[in-house]
């Protein structure tokens, strides 16, 4: 055992150090619109893009691997997206990472963009704008050459990438959409889809103890909270930052254990990552360890609970107390109020829960509850069917290459494009998958269906490439 983690551990070092030298870019700034399609506005601001042409012969670069960037810091996504880099090394294309406008730097108003007080400075954050920065910035580069340009994204930058090639095929020859839910929208996949499938991942990590006793815990916490005694107990026991005094901070408590376990299951890696969170190799095993026998006592299930949240809240061993207000629980690099804003325009992913067949509690979707928080938080009214509209939906039969690819245990596998409508859409299952695991770097504790995906993406990508120059 101690030469197998001392294996792991030098392994790790190894890639660690491998990555720090394949990750090299230039942080450059490149002019957009306030507003597209304004012919009344010349108002502009910078959006950031990281640029490595490294690979590529400068004077004769062959391709352009561009990843739409997502809700985050565009360089948090340029060191989880390894096999961009592993790929362009090999095709020899020019790296161009481009960041999401009001995310990262790229804030169109600087400091003052999410100033409450002017709600008409969020009038400009749609998918649209930011398939259109794109588009100026991949003209830019090309600069008036014949140049094949592949788009790449994970999650919601997987969305952007599916999106950007159906709308603007004529800019970029294909498109990677990994773990991209294009089909969680209102009327297109059941709402209790992705919590069905996080309790999934829970009963398979070790047994189905781990998910019965987070269905058991809601009620435990409950009782527990209900005297000041026990409400000073679970803060003791979780480590919390700020006390439990009342039913709102309980269930500000509880929604944030919901948020772990879906970080948990979409970061469910075989080995140690700094994704959502610095956590060990599989994850949700770890986590399942603590609850593996059935607990009939509720203060020891409670004591269980707070042991298996530490391998998310505290696997590094630095955090001293579990920040359960925070707005999500996931990690700074993730901008969790940015994406707020765009679930109260245009991204409305539906979600419920049915206690009876999940470990959640029970809820429903209530768009008018939504829609009223959005406004008041906001002054923003949901469109709950716009990108359905703008996008196709399930009608994807007119799109061409795009490899849709979904790991069967990732939660948003269940919004996903799992069957082709034509030969030109590629479907690639990967089962032992969690949330973009082939999008990531290679690793060697990566299961053969993640390397048999990268390299069937690798030669569709190279496909499309020769074929682009086939046609010239």
Known sequence: MYVYICALLFSSLLLATSAQSK??????????????FSFLSNASFSIRYLYNESYADKSNPKSIFFYTGNEGDIEWFAKNSGFVWELA??????????EHRYYGKSLPFGSDTFNASKPEHLAYFTVEQTLEDYAMLITFLRNGRQLPVVAFGGSYGGMLAAWFRIKYPHIVVGALAASAPILQFEGLTPCDIFNEI???????????????????????????????????????????????????????FMDY???????????????????????PANP?????????????DEADLVSSMASALAVYTNYSGSDPCVDYKNSNASSATVDSSGWEIQSCNQMVMPFCANSSNTMYRTSTWDLKKVSDKCYKKFQLTPKPFDIVLRYGGRDLVAASNIIFSNGLLDPWSGGGVLMSPNDRIHIIILPEGAHHLDLR????????????????????????????????
């Open 198 to 252: 996080t309790t999934s991942v829970f009963n398979t990590a070790y047994n189905a103890n781990c998910s019965a006793n987070i269905g058991k815990s809601w009620h435990a916490f409950e009782t527990m909270a209900a005297t000041d005694a026990g409400k000073k107990q679970l803060g003791d026991k979780f480590h919390l930052c700020e006390p439990i005094k009342n039913g709102d901070d309980l269930n500000q």
């Open 441 to 472: 770097q290679s690793n060697p504790m990566d299961p053969a269906s993640v390397v048999d995906a990268r390299q069937k993406e690798a030669a569709i990508i190279g496909q499309w490439i020769s074929e682009f120059y086939r046609y010239l």
């Open 23 to 36: 990750f090299e870019y230039e942080i450059k700034e490149f002019q957009v619109p306030l507003d597209h």
């Open 89 to 98: 090394e090999k095709e020899r294309a020019i790296v161009v990472f481009a």
């Open 257 to 279: 254990l919901e948020d772990v376990y879906a970080n948990l299951a979409m970061s469910n890696y075989p080995y140690n990552t700094n994704f959502l969170a610095p956590l």
């Open 284 to 296: 949700v095993r770890q986590f399942c360890l603590y609850l593996k026998d059935l607990h009939a």
